[in-house]
Nanobody, 126 residues
Framework: QVDLVESGGDSVQSGGSLRVSCVSTSGLVYRRYCMGWFRRAPGKEREGVAGIDSDGRTNYADSVKGRFTISQDNAEKTLYLQMTSLKPEDTAMYYC???????????????????WGQGTQVTVSS
C-alpha cells in the first residue's frame, strides 16, 4: 500500500518557483515523525535536500539553503517543499520520506528514513 504520495512536480524556467507536496494516505500525523525531501538527478545518486524533525527543526543541503523551505501541515497531513530561484541543476525526481526511528533528527541521510514515496518530477530549463 502506497502511503506517501508526492505531487506538484512540473517543468519551469530557471529562476522560477514551485511547490511540491507529499500527502500521507495512511493518515499518520507528521509531527510525530521526521520527514525529509530527497532528489535523484539522471546519472546521479540520491541526495538529501531538506529534513524536518518532530520538533520542527529543519536541515537543508548547502546547495538549496536560502532557496528551498520544508514545512508541514499536520491538519492536512501534508509535507511541502517550497522551491524558489530554481536552477537547471535542481532538475530531478523529488521524493518525500518518513522516519519512524526513535530519536530521528530530520537529517539528510537516506538511511535514517524507512518509508518512501514514488516521486514527482521537477524539470528546470535554462
Amino acid at each position: 500500500q502506497v502511503d506517501l504520495v508526492e505531487s506538484g512536480g512540473d517543468s519551469v524556467q530557471s529562476g522560477g518557483s514551485l511547490r511540491v507536496s507529499c500527502v500521507s494516505t495512511s493518515g499518520l500525523v507528521y509531527r510525530r515523525y521526521c520527514m525529509g525531501w530527497f532528489r535523484r538527478a539522471p546519472g546521479k545518486e540520491r541526495e538529501g535536500v531538506a529534513g524536518i524533525d518532530s520538533d520542527g527543526r529543519t536541515n537543508y543541503a548547502d546547495s538549496v539553503k536560502g532557496r528551498f523551505t520544508i514545512s508541514q501541515d499536520n491538519a492536512e497531513k501534508t509535507l511541502y517543499l517550497q522551491m524558489t530561484s530554481l536552477k537547471p541543476e535542481d532538475t530531478a525526481m523529488y521524493y518525500c520520506a518518513r522516519s519512524t526511528v526513535v530519536g530521528c533528527s530530520g537529517s539528510l541521510q537516506d538511511y535514517e528514513y524507512n518509508y518512501w514515496g514514488q516521486g514527482t518530477q521537477v524539470t528546470v530549463s535554462s
